[in-house]
């Protein structure tokens, strides 16, 4: 079953290529890319060079689409029949080893400071969170993203 990547308003062009990487490897089929997230092309037309780098060409053949606002895309695969699943620390989180579903799922990273916002999340079908066990609160959202689409 093919999975989505929906990397809302991340900001650094290496975990954007990261992730590309990790999605190919993970078996996505396509990546939504919200708001001020790098993209693998420029408004020129340009390759981004970091995403190239960090991806190892996998941004090159993952279909990846740049959209400003997040909610017509959750709105859009939701009429699809996707199921929508923002990945954040949240008080309606439930541990993403427990999450299951036989539907097409849409997986939702956000921003590396701020992560997914309230609204977003309450937009969602399921909130999923990585439990911490460490002093530090959250994971890079790369590896965050390699941990749930690799689980």
């Known amino acids: ?72 895309v959750i709105k859009n695969l939701q009429e699809e029949g996707v199921y929508v699943v923002a990945v954040e620390q949240h008080e309606d989180a439930i541990d993403y080893k427990k999450f299951k579903t036989d539907k097409q799922v849409a997986y939702i990273f956000g921003n590396e400071v701020g992560g997914v916002p309230d609204a977003v999340c309450a937009r969602c079908d399921a909130v999923i969170e990585i439990p911490m ?11 965050s993203a390699g941990v749930v689409l690799f689980h």
């Open 133 to 143: 066990h460490g002093k530090k609160e959250s994971l890079n959202v790369s590896v």
């Open 1 to 72: 079953m093919e999975r989505v990547v929906i990397l809302h308003n991340i900001r650094s062009a290496h975990n954007v290529g990261s992730i590309f990487r990790t999605a190919d490897g993970a078996g996505v089929g396509t990546i939504y890319l919200i708001g001020h997230t790098p993209t693998p092309v420029d408004r020129f037309g340009r390759p981004q060079k970091e995403i190239a780098k960090t991806s190892l060409g996998a941004s090159e053949f993952i279909p990846w689409e740049h959209h400003e606002a997040v909610e017509p």
